[in-house]
C-alpha cells in the first residue's frame, strides 16, 4: 500500500493560516470518504475534518469549525486542509487517510506534517 505524503504543516503565530496537503494514492481515493486526523503530544490521534467522494460534503470536529476548510481534487488525487485563525491547540501533527472515528485501526499512515501555533 502507498502511503500519503502530508506537507505544508510549519511554524506560524497565533492568528495565522497555513494550508496542508495531501498526495495520496489513487487507490486511497478510491475508498470515498476521506480525512485529516492530528496527533498533539500525548494525545491520542483524532479526527479533525472528513469530506465526501464527490466533495460536496464536509464535516469538522466542533474546535475547528468555521476556521478550517477541507477539499478535494479527485482528478489530482489531492487533498487539502486551509486552516486559518489558528491557535496554540491546533499544535500537532497532521495526516490524512480514509476516514475513520477509530483511527487507531487503520493503517497505511504516512510521516504527517508538523503544525505548531506558537508566539
Known amino acids: 500500500q502507498v502511503q500519503p505524503v502530508e506537507s505544508g504543516g510549519g511554524l506560524v503565530q497565533p492568528g495565522g493560516s497555513l494550508r496542508l496537503s495531501c498526495a495520496a494514492s489513487?487507490?486511497?481515493?478510491?475508498?470515498?470518504?476521506l480525512a485529516w486526523y492530528r496527533q498533539a503530544p500525548g494525545k491520542e490521534r483524532e479526527v479533525v475534518a472528513g469530506?465526501?467522494?464527490?466533495?460536496?460534503?464536509?464535516r469538522y470536529v466542533d474546535s475547528v469549525k468555521g476556521r478550517f476548510t477541507i477539499s478535494r481534487d479527485n482528478a489530482k488525487n489531492m487533498m487539502y486542509l486551509q486552516m486559518n485563525d489558528l491557535e496554540p491547540a491546533d499544535t500537532a501533527l497532521y495526516f490524512c487517510?480514509?476516514?475513520?472515528?477509530?483511527?487507531?485501526?487503520?493503517?497505511?499512515w504516512g510521516q504527517g506534517t508538523q503544525v505548531t501555533v506558537s508566539s
Open positions: 489513487g487507490s486511497m481515493f478510491s475508498m470515498g470518504i
Open positions: 487517510n480514509e476516514f475513520s472515528w477509530e483511527p487507531s485501526k487503520l493503517s497505511g
Open positions: 469530506i465526501s467522494k464527490g466533495g460536496d460534503d464536509a
